[in-house]
């Protein structure tokens, strides 16, 4: 398709891991984003990385990426309540534009 | 650093007005900002970038005459909804191409203005 894929929902419990997937569309792209969203806010970067990277770690954020399969996850670890948000994973084309995936909605429950 | 704010943050009117939204970058220039559509429950799309002093460039399927942008200084972008309708009623996001680069982890979001038309 031509949508930047994600699946829809993840429920967790607190104190587990949660994954979030993302099937992203341009093999080209250069960097690939994951935000956050709370209810009625803008967008919160969460973390990047960049296309010639397949892991990146930051504290309780890892990011992997297959670019062969083009599919981006995002796991959290240690999910906390204050984690429940929408997740937009993104990728840039032609370093000009943010193409966002249709984004999954985490709820952590404790 | 790298703040975006966003005016009015909600705003109601009725079917036929024209409503404005203004987008400022706090304490950066910023020569390019983007203007996104969400509607509820589904991902951000990019109606329009502004570059300063030039022409918005509006993505395949957004009317510029309907949205019309100006870009007039480095730290304001404003979105003007024209005769509005129902269907216009969306959440609107702008961000703003702070300094670093042209890539996407520049780029700051407002916290939205929610727009609904009676």
């Known amino acids: 398709g031509e949508d930047v894929e994600q699946s829809l929902f993840l429920s967790v419990r607190e104190g587990d891991s949660s994954v979030i997937n993302c099937t992203y569309i341009d093999s080209s792209s250069t960097y690939l984003y994951w935000y956050k969203q709370e209810p009625g806010a803008g967008l919160q970067l969460l973390t990047y990385?960049?296309?010639?990277?397949d892991m990146k770690q930051d504290q309780r954020l890892t990011v992997l990426l297959n670019k062969k399969d083009k599919h981006l996850s995002l796991r959290i670890a240690d999910t906390q309540t204050g984690d429940s948000a929408i997740y937009f994973c993104?990728?840039?084309?032609?370093?000009?534009?943010?193409?966002f995936g249709t984004g999954t909605r985490l709820q952590v429950f404790p | 650093g790298a703040v975006v704010s966003q005016h009015p943050s909600r705003v109601i009117c009725k079917s036929g007005t024209s409503v404005k939204i203004e987008c400022r970058s706090l304490?950066?220039?910023?020569?390019?900002m983007f203007w996104y559509r969400q509607f509820p429950k589904q991902s951000l799309m990019l109606m329009a970038t502004s570059n300063e002093g030039s022409k918005a460039t509006y993505e395949q399927g957004v009317e510029k005459d309907k949205f019309l942008i100006n870009h007039a200084s480095l730290t304001l972008s404003t979105l003007t909804v024209t005769s509005a309708h129902p269907e216009d009623s969306s959440f609107y996001i702008c961000s703003a191409r702070g300094p670093g680069g042209a890539g996407g982890e520049t780029q700051y979001f407002g916290p939205g203005t929610r727009l609904l038309v009676l």
């Open positions: 990385i960049f296309s010639n990277m």
């Open positions: 304490d950066f220039q910023a020569t390019t």
């Open positions: 993104a990728e840039t084309v032609n370093t000009d534009k943010l193409i």
